[in-house]
Structure formats: C-alpha cells, structure tokens
C-alpha cells in the first residue's frame, strides 16, 4: 500500500514522512516543490530509504500529479502543501493564491479524475486528507470560548483566507462529487525542522547569534501551542477513523502569550546553554511594529477529536519547548543548511538592519 505526501519536505510535512516511515511499512510518495520552505535535509535518514519517493513539483502540475497517482496508486493523498507564513502573504499574496486555491483546486481534479477511476472497493477505501489551519476562523476576544468546527470562517490574513478558500474547495468537491474527504484545522506548531522565519526557531536561533528577539506590539497576542508530532498523531488518527466530510479542530489546549512564549524559551537557554558574559538572554528581548491586521487571540476547542476519535496530545508545553530547544542545540547543521542567501534576504526585508 501506497499514500501520497504533499509538501513532505516542509516542517509538519517532513515530520508527518518521517514519523510515518518509523512506525509503517507502507511507501510514501514525497511531492515538494521545494520552495523557499521545502528542504530535502530534513528527509537526509531517509536517502537509502525504498518506501521513500521523493519527486520535486507542483501541486497543480496536474500531468504530473496525475501520472504519480496512476503509477503509485495510493490509497490516500495528504495535502500539507502550502505557503504558510502569514508575513510573507502581506508582503506577496500571490503565491498563497496560486499554491493555497489554485493548487488545492487542481490537486482536487487530478485526485478526483483518479478517484473515479478506482474499482469500487478502493474508491470506498480510498481518503484525501487536507491539512488546514485555525487561522480560518479569525480573532478571539480574550473572554471567547475557544474555536469548535462550527465556529464561523472569519479569515483576516491573506494567508488565513486563502487556507479558508482551500477548506471551502474540500468541503465542496465531497458535497458535489462525493470525494471522500477529511480536514484538520490545527493550531500553531512547535518542533523540530521548523524553519526559523516563524516565532519559535527565530527566537532560538537570533538568542544564541546575540540578535535581538523581535516581539510585534506588545506582545500579548495569544496562540494555542502544539508539539508538532502531537499533530501528526491527530493527522494519522483522522487518516485511520475520520468521518467522510468532517473536520476536526487539533490543538494542545496551551493558550500562551508571545512574550511569555519567549521568556520561556530565554530561561530554557540561560539553562542550557548560558550566555558567555553571565547575562539572561530576555535582556535580547525588543519591541518592534506590530503586524497589520494581527489577530489577537487563537484557542481551539479539540474536544471533538478526543471525544470520536479518542485523540490526546502527548506533550505538554513545558516537555515540547524542552524538546525543542534542545533540538536546536544538538542540530546546527539542519540550521545552516537553511539559513541561506534567500533566509537572509528575508529577515532584511521584515526586520531591516
Ligand atoms: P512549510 O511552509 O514549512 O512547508 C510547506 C511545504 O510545501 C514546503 O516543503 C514547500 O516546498 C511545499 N510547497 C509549497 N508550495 C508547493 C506547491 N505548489 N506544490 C508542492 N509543494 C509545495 O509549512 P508547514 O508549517 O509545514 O505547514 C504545512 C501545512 O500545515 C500547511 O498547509 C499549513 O497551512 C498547515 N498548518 C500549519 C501550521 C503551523 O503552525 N506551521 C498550523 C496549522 C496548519
Ligand atoms: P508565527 O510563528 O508567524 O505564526 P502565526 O502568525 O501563524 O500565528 O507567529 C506567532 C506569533 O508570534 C504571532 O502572534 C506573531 C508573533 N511574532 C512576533 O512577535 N515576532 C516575530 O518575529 C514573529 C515571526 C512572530
């Protein structure tokens, strides 16, 4: 048995491949288009590796995708592939459009042409897992209960509406074509292969090169923290138990503010690897302008999951950031690999000198 792996090369994706080969004798199909954020380091353990297949492409490359469904046959496509960071669609929406709608879109035909193809016992079996965000729903105010799966879409980023145009698309060709679809919209990740133009591997990273650490406005937005093989599990479990058409919010019910996120993260390093001169890495800490139109507040209310699926998070904040930081410690060669002419460029772009 066969499933095909969008964006396999990026953090959850390659995470998702990696934890996937550990514990399945099943192949994986591996297509990336490697992007700024795909990075084939982080599949290196998998180079000699035969239920590995890693193809370099385009999501809406619909010859392509359609010739790797045809010689492969899969049993499931998961969709991970994505633009996926909500500065970089303020400065250029483009590409969130062209990957996020149009890709899902073609995906979606070039699946749904296969799908109907299959004999009916494996278009019965047969499931296309789209891998979504919590953003879709907007802002929380501080007193809101968390967000549940009939929460309304309220996207207020480029990156958030074109993920919410995405899940519409999904929901839309189960509805219309019966393609038997599942979605997860999940809360912001944590782990190891993040790449460092998101909070947590920019903090860790900028603190152990004496940076500053770049905290938007005041640094009270809260975001609901997961460990990101916690989310893979939930994605397995969906994968395995789902309901055809439903979704399914995954969160770690860890509601933190940046700022203490980054504290946090501070201590962990004065721990473990002390600054030369004695002093903690928070006096790093610096204010800079906030992002347009920042959401203030995402919670998810994971209940669902657990409640059908029996799903739990196994880490803890405190276990997964420990986890983590200590992985940027022990990897300083993944991060060289990505810190390159292009991840430079970038932080001139956002953060000026
Ligand atoms: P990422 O940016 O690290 O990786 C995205 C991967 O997709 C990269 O390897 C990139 O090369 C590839 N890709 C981009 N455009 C492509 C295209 N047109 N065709 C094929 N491959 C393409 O993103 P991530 O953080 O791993 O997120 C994965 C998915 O999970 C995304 O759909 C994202 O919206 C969703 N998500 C992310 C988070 C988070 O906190 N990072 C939380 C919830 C949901
Ligand atoms: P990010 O990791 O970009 O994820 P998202 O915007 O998808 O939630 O940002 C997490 C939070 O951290 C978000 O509220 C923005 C804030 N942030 C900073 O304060 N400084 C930074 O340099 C970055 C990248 C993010």
Redesign the pocket.
Same mark, same amino acid.
């Given at each position: 048995m066969t499933i095909l792996v969008? !964006?396999g090369?990026?953090?959850? !994706?390659g995470n998702f491949v990696l934890d996937w080969l550990a514990a399945h004798d099943e192949t994986v199909v591996n +297509?990336? *288009? +490697?992007?700024y954020? !795909?990075n084939l380091q982080t599949l290196a353990s998998l180079r000699d590796n035969p239920r590995h297949v890693f193809v370099q492409?385009?999501? !809406?490359d619909r010859e392509l995708v359609a010739n790797l469904l045809v010689q492969y046959q899969p049993r499931a496509v998961l969709n991970?592939?994505?633009?996926? &960071?909500v500065d970089r669609s303020i400065h250029g929406p483009g590409d969130f459009i &062209?990957?996020n709608v149009l890709?899902t879109f073609n995906l979606l035909e070039s699946v749904r042409a296969y799908w109907t193809a299959l004999p009916a016992e494996e278009q019965q079996a047969f499931r296309f897992l789209h891998?979504?965000?919590?953003e879709v729903y907007g802002t929380l105010s501080p007193a809101d209960p968390p967000f549940a799966e009939d929460n309304r879409y309220e996207p207020n980023s480029p990156y958030s509406a074109s993920?919410a145009a995405s899940d519409h698309l999904v929901r839309a060709w189960h509805h219309t074509y019966g393609l038997p679809v599942l979605t997860t919209n999940?809360?912001?990740?944590y782990g190891p292969y993040h790449?460092p133009e *998101?909070l947590i591997p920019l903090v860790i990273l900028n603190a152990l090169a004496g940076k500053p650490l770049p905290i938007y406005g005041d640094g009270q937005q809260v975001r609901d923290w997961l460990y990101v093989k916690d989310h893979c599990s939930a994605i397995r479990r969906v994968l395995e138990a789902g309901q055809l058409g439903e979704t399914y919010n995954v969160g770690g019910w860890n509601e933190k503010a940046n700022l203490d996120v980054v504290r946090s993260i501070c201590a962990l390093l004065d721990e473990l690897r002390p600054r030369a001169d004695g002093q903690p890495y928070a006096s790093q800490i610096t204010y800079v302008q906030d992002r347009p139109g920042h959401d203030r507040r995402y919670a998810i209310d994971a209940r669902k999951l657990q409640r059908e699926l029996g799903w739990k998070p196994a880490e803890t904040f405190d276990s997964g950031i420990r986890k983590t930081v200590q992985w940027y410690l022990d990897n300083q060669a993944w991060v060289a690999g990505v810190t390159s002419g292009s991840y430079r460029d970038w932080l001139s772009q956002q953060y000026g000198a």
């Open positions: 969008t !964006g090369a990026g953090f959850i !994706g +297509l990336d *288009k +490697l992007t954020a !795909g492409g385009d999501i !809406g991970f592939a994505a633009e996926s &960071h &062209h990957t890709g891998v979504s965000t919590d993920k999940c809360s912001n990740n790449f *998101k």
